[in-house]
C-alpha cells in the first residue's frame, strides 16, 4: 500500500531510532501476556523498552499507509535494537509510555514518542491480530493493562515526618516497601501503601542497605522525591525483565508543571525577547528575557527565565535559536508556546 503522506512529517520527522543500553542487561525480545493467539486469532499486545543516547538512532519507521489501519512499523533496521528487542514489520503501535495511542493521529504519536527522548515504552499488537481484532469490533484499549507507570512523587516532611515507614527482607539490599500514613505528607503527595521504593531523589536504591536508605531519607533535609511502583506495577516489569525508570513515571502528582501559553499578536507585538543560553541539563536551550508589561507575553503568563520546550505543539529539542525564531513567527499572528520554569527545569534534571 502506498504511504499516506502527512503534512509537514519527513523521513527524519517519521524515523525515531534506539540503541541497546548495557546497563540493562537485557537483550532480548520483550516477553508478551501470554504468546498463544485465543480462539479468535486475536493474540495479545507485546511490550518493548528501547532505550538510547543522545547520539544514537533507533531502527525503524512509523507509518500511515492506505488501505491499512493503525500506526504500522516498517523498514527495520537490521541488526538494530528495534530487530534485537523483537519489533516485527507490520507491528501495529498501540501504547506509547502507557498512554493509547491508537486513535491520535500520526504527527501526534510521532511526538509522544520523540517527547520520550532517551527512553520509551511501547506495546505493539502484531498485524494480523490488529486486523483480526479491529474486524471483531474489539476495544483495543481493553487489551492491555490498565496502569502500568510508576508514579514520581514530591514529599515536604511535618512535625512527624514524611509520613511513610520503610521495611524489608532482612539482609537483603534495595527491596525496599512502604508503609504509608492516611492522610500524612507521603498520602497526599500520591504515594501508593505498599508501593515498592525503586529511586530516592533519582538514584536507583537497589544496591542500598536498610541504613543507608535511612541515612539517605535524613539527608534529604525537609524534601524527598522518590520514585515507587505499585504491586501491580512492579510485578508488571519483573515478570517482562523491563526496568523501571523515572522517564517512564507518571509526573502529575509533581507540584512541578510545564505551562503551556496561548499568545495573540498585539500592535505592539508579542511582548518578548528569546535568547540562546546553557541549560541546566547541558546542551544550549531557548530561554525567553524582557517580558513587556501589559503585552501578550505577560497577560498569558510569561515570566523572564522560562525555557522554551515546545512550539505550536512540536519540540524545539535540537533546533538553534534561528530556527526557533522561524518556528514562532510560522504563524503571523498567534503562537503556543510550551515552557517550564528554572525551578521545573531543575527539578525534572535532578531525577532523571
Not at 491499512?68 to 506509547?96: K, T, Y
Not at 527565565?305 to 505550536?312: E, F, I, K, P, T
Amino acid at each position: 500500500a502506498a504511504m499516506k503522506q502527512t503534512e509537514g512529517l519527513g523521513d527524519k520527522t517519521s524515523i525515531i531510532k534506539f540503541e541497546f543500553n548495557p546497563k540493562d542487561g537485557i537483550d532480548n525480545p520483550a516477553l508478551t501476556l501470554t504468546e498463544d493467539t485465543d480462539a479468535e486469532g486475536v493474540g495479545e499486545p507485546r511490550f518493548y523498552l528501547l532505550s538510547k543516547d543522545s547520539a544514537e538512532t533507533f531502527g525503524f519507521c512509523l507509518h500511515e499507509e492506505r488501505g491499512c489501519r493503525g500506526h504500522i512499523i516498517r523498514q527495520i533496521e537490521l541488526g538494530g535494537v528495534a530487530q534485537r528487542r523483537g519489533l516485527q514489520d507490520g507491528d501495529r503501535l498501540l501504547q506509547v509510555n502507557g498512554h493509547f495511542v491508537d486513535h491520535l493521529d500520526h504527527m501526534r504519536v510521532v511526538r509522544r514518542i520523540k517527547a520520550s527522548r532517551n527512553q520509551v515504552l511501547l506495546a505493539v499488537l502484531d498485524g494480523d491480530s490488529y486486523e483480526a481484532a479491529k474486524s471483531l469490533g474489539r476495544d483495543l484499549s481493553q487489551m492491555l493493562p490498565p496502569d502500568i507507570r510508576p508514579r514520581l512523587c514530591h514529599v515536604t516532611r511535618d512535625k512527624s515526618g514524611f509520613g511513610f515507614t520503610v521495611s524489608g527482607p532482612e539482609g537483603t539490599k534495595g527491596t525496599f516497601q512502604l508503609s504509608v500514613r492516611q492522610d500524612g505528607p507521603a498520602d497526599r503527595a500520591g504515594v501508593p501503601a505498599g508501593s515498592w521504593l525503586l529511586e530516592l531523589n533519582g538514584d536507583s536504591v537497589k544496591s542500598y542497605s536498610h541504613t543507608q536508605l535511612t541515612k539517605k531519607l535524613k539527608q534529604s533535609g525537609s524534601k524527598v522525591t522518590l520514585l515507587v511502583a505499585s504491586s501491580a506495577v512492579e510485578e508488571f516489569y519483573r515478570l517482562r525483565g523491563l526496568r523501571v525508570t523515572a522517564a517512564l513515571a507518571d509526573p502529575a502528582w509533581l507540584p512541578f508543571k510545564a505551562r503551556e501559553l496561548h499568545l495573540v499578536k498585539g500592535p505592539a507585538g508579542y511582548g518578548f525577547l528569546l535568547k540562546e543560553d546553557d541549560c541546566i541539563s547541558g546542551g544550549i536551550g531557548q530561554f525567553l528575557w524582557d517580558v513587556d508589561e501589559g503585552l501578550p507575553a505577560e497577560q498569558a503568563g510569561m515570566k523572564e527565565g522560562d525555557r522554551v520546550l515546545a512550539v505550536n505543539g512540536e519540540s524545539i529539542e535540537g533546533l538553534d535559536h534561528k530556527q526557533t525564531v522561524l518556528r514562532i513567527r510560522a504563524h503571523e499572528q498567534r503562537v503556543t508556546l510550551l515552557v517550564i520554569d528554572p525551578a521545573g527545569d531543575e527539578f525534572y534534571h535532578s531525577v532523571g
